[in-house]
């Protein structure tokens, strides 16, 4: 089976196989880019003042980590339902007044 292909063997555009890649490579740098940042003020003793505090940068490294595995996780649920077998484009999902059903 293709990757292009969802599990019916029903093809999927080129588009989303790109935007959803494009997807998962940006949470990985995403996530990659907090690591990073959070181990070069661990390691360098880089400090930014919040409030008259005086908080680590490798909080809010961690922070960016965190953003970007939850990142990760979404696209995950969103390849799931773009690649349903039933899954088509409506501008009802733009709309506005969008109402939920309860």
């Known amino acids: 089976m293709n990757a292009a292909e969802n599990k019916r063997g029903r093809k999927c555009g080129k588009e989303k196989l790109i935007s959803i890649s494009a997807l998962y490579v940006l949470s990985v740098l995403i996530a990659l880019a907090g690591a990073a940042f959070s181990i070069a003020s661990f390691t360098e003793g880089i400090y930014f003042p919040v409030l ?51």
């Open 52 to 102: 008259s505090c005086q908080v680590p940068g490798a909080v809010f490294g961690v922070v960016i980590l965190y953003l970007g595995i939850r990142y990760f996780f979404s696209v995950r649920k969103l390849k799931a339902e773009v690649y349903r077998p039933d899954s088509t484009f409506s501008w009802d999902n733009f709309r506005k007044n969008h109402k939920h059903k309860v």
